[in-house]
């Protein structure tokens, strides 16, 4: 048996099929799951606190400020660096924010960049109001039609860790849907915006192409609003 056969049967789940899982070890287990030069996008909120809480990497970028971006900032490592697979981790309520991201990264043809999202039905860090996904609507559905053929549900813990190595090793792009549970973060990520940027753009290469033009004004802007 293919050892990726689990994951075309994945591609026939609905929301309702699939198993409430926790999003502690499920970002724990995409961190497993990494070589070492991958791209980590981690969306607002408790989703980056738990890719915090994983274990930092250098080459990991906690959004701190903006709802909905995490897929977005993540199309775009993946279109300048097309050799480096880039995974975004975005909450269900955000990417219900910012659903235009995913016609863009199809109609991009991006091939490296991997779109997990964990469902839990609301907008958990503000108070848990519900989100569209409580009332049935099914992001995976929702990407599909918008050309992201390679979308599916994971059934469970073991699904999930199929899934996401075939995505690591496979041309894309990818979305992979979990559902889950509203356990808080262990902690909240170390909240610097200068310095989550510049260790970024180093670990990627980037930071030498951007330019020292840039460097002194927005890390006087972003310790401004530190303060």
Do not use: C
Request: hydrophobic content about 40%.
């Amino acid at each position: 048996m293919d050892k990726f056969s689990n994951a075309n049967k994945s591609s026939d789940l609905a929301r309702g099929d699939v198993k409430v899982m926790n999003r502690s070890d499920l970002t724990r287990r995409v961190k497993a799951a990494l070589k070492k030069e991958e791209a980590v996008i981690g969306g607002i909120g408790h989703t980056n606190f738990d890719l915090w809480a994983a274990g930092h990497r250098p080459q990991n970028f906690y959004m701190l400020g903006s709802m909905g971006l995490a897929s977005a900032i993540g199309l775009g490592v993946a279109l300048a660096q097309p050799r480096r697979r880039v995974v975004a981790l975005d909450g269900d309520g955000s990417l219900l924010m910012q659903l235009g991201t995913l016609g863009t990264v199809r109609a991009s043809g991006v091939k490296n960049l991997v779109i997990v999202i964990w469902d839990n039905g609301s907008y958990q860090i503000t108070g848990s109001q519900p989100t569209l996904t409580s009332a049935g609507v099914d992001l995976v559905q929702v990407a599909r039609g918008l050309g992201i053929t390679q979308s599916s549900w994971a059934r469970d813990e073991a699904d999930f860790e199929t899934l996401l190595a075939k995505a690591l090793s496979e041309d894309g792009p990818w979305l992979i849907a979990a559902r889950t549970d509203d356990q808080p973060p262990a902690g909240v990520t170390d909240r610097d915006p200068a310095q989550i940027r510049d260790r970024f753009m180093r670990a990627l290469g980037a930071k030498e192409e951007w330019g020292a033009a840039h460097d002194g004004t927005l890390a006087e802007r972003s310790g401004e609003v530190t303060r």
